[in-house]
């Protein structure tokens, strides 16, 4: 007698094949840098909180790479991910959606087209 297997979703392959691919290539490495082998996060193998101090080195994680890093020409969300970091704004918007001002202490408009930030 044979058995048949269930079908294998597109969706399943990827996701097995993805699981696969993690644990082959950064699994065992992964699993130390969050304290997964020894039982411990993080944050409690710290034991105290750490003041922060300057200097060091930024690492960060990018979608790709930035076409531009003048927000007047950049078309992909990569050059945003980097130039938020660099350049401030007039304005910003905050959580609930309210304009708040990053670079300007106050704006008002003038007419329909004209505004005036302080």
Request: hydrophobic residues 40%; glycine residues 14%.
């Amino acid at each position: 007698m044979t058995l048949d297997p269930a079908p294998l979703s597109r969706r399943d392959l990827l996701r097995r094949g993805g699981l696969v691919g993690l644990v082959a290539l950064g699994g065992p490495s992964l699993l130390t840098a969050c304290g997964s082998s020894t039982g411990k996060t993080a944050a409690g193998s710290a034991g105290a909180t750490k003041t922060p101090s300057p200097g060091g080195t930024l690492r960060a994680a990018l979608t790709g790479e930035p076409d531009s890093l003048d927000p007047a020409i950049s078309s992909v969300y990569t050059g945003a991910q980097v130039y938020d970091g660099i350049f401030s704004k007039l304005l910003d918007i905050d959580p609930s959606g309210a304009f708040v001002g990053d670079l300007a202490r106050s704006w008002k408009a003038v007419d329909d087209l004209t505004w005036t930030f302080e």
